[in-house]
């Protein structure tokens, strides 16, 4: 009997434990004073800024006050807690309310990769525990970073590149632009068009430059590597391009002989055999013949146009240069040109006028006639 009462007492006392541990959860479960974000658990890179909506709540049927902090420990990050636009230390709520505040919390830009926890507190409201996760180890520097490195063209190629500068520190820097070309070469920076050499950018934030670079006229083909600097008084990044030249275009127009002068007569043809020569390193095509001569004159060109020249290889053109027939006896200059999309040549020719045999004997006969007329007079008048 004994035995059985004491079984009967242990397990009401069970019971009563346990029904004193449920009613304690349903207390906390309804407990009328509550903090809530929806999101306690973010992942985020260095330099960026969080921003938390946190609801004050109160179920009870009287108002209520609590300090608020935010606790970031021994960290040391910066964060602003805010109500209505004003830094706030202290919140009341009325019965059945609730009120927003605003927490922005800056994950420092020299951080490392890993979880941090930190937690809002705000007294009789309890405590809202918030976790961040830095995603990717952090720095304190400038970055300089290129879009495409390796550019390719001829000589007379301009090459673009697309930089990006980021500022990882904590303060405006500004940067001086420089670039280490070879001699001879043209470097010029630009931002949205205009020409500079330095730059702004505010902390935590990247600016787009772009690199042009003009290759010397007498650039071998080769890979040129140009180092790209941007510094500070404080901090300074450095990054590499590429500039692969693989020939050169070169032309000329002059004759077999090398003269650039003949003679015509008024109103004639005379053939100037040319040699069109592509002196570069790299294949010239579609290269058209053309000339700008006196008025009246005509020039034509057999072949008019070439379709391509190999490097290093020459083409005969005969030009037919056609005079006007009242061209007057002296010097005229013709200047024709060969021209292709890759590189123009031109040469100009100075050709003397004479004037035709049949002219002079033309002039002969008249000074005859008149010399006949004037003969004829004196003797018809004379004897008078």
Known sequence: MKKSTRSLSGALALMLLLGALMGGASLAAAAPLKLFTPYTYLSVSPGETISYAIDVINDSDEIRSADVAFDVGSLGWKYELTAGGNRVRQISVKPG???????????????????YAFKLNAGDFGT????????????????????????????????????????????KQQYALTAEAPSGWDVRFSVSGSNITSVDVEPGSSKSVSLDVTPAENAAADT???????ASGSSS???????????SYGLSLTTVDERLSADITAGKT????????????????????????????????EPKTIRSIAAGQSVPVTATVKASDKALSGDYVANLTASSPEKTASATFRITVETSVLWGWIGVLIVLVVLAGIYGLFRKYGRR
């Open 224 to 230: 040129y590597p140009i180092v790209v600097h941007a």
């Open 97 to 115: 309310e609730s009120q927003s505040l605003s927490l922005s919390l800056t994950v420092p830009l020299e951080v490392n990769k890993g979880d």
């Open 128 to 171: 809202l525990p918030l976790k961040v996760n830095v995603a990717e180890q952090g720095s304190y520097k400038s970055e300089l970073s290129v879009d495409q490195p390796n550019r390719e063209g001829h000589s007379d190629s301009k090459f673009t590149y697309s930089l990006t500068l980021d500022n990882r520190t904590a303060s």
């Open 270 to 301: 005379r053939n100037l055999e040319l040699v069109v020569q592509n002196t570069g390193s790299a294949e010239v095509t579609d290269v058209s013949l053309s000339g700008q001569l006196p008025a009246n004159w005509e020039v034509t060109f």
């Open 237 to 247: 990044a450095q990054a590499q391009v590429e500039a692969a030249i693989t020939g």
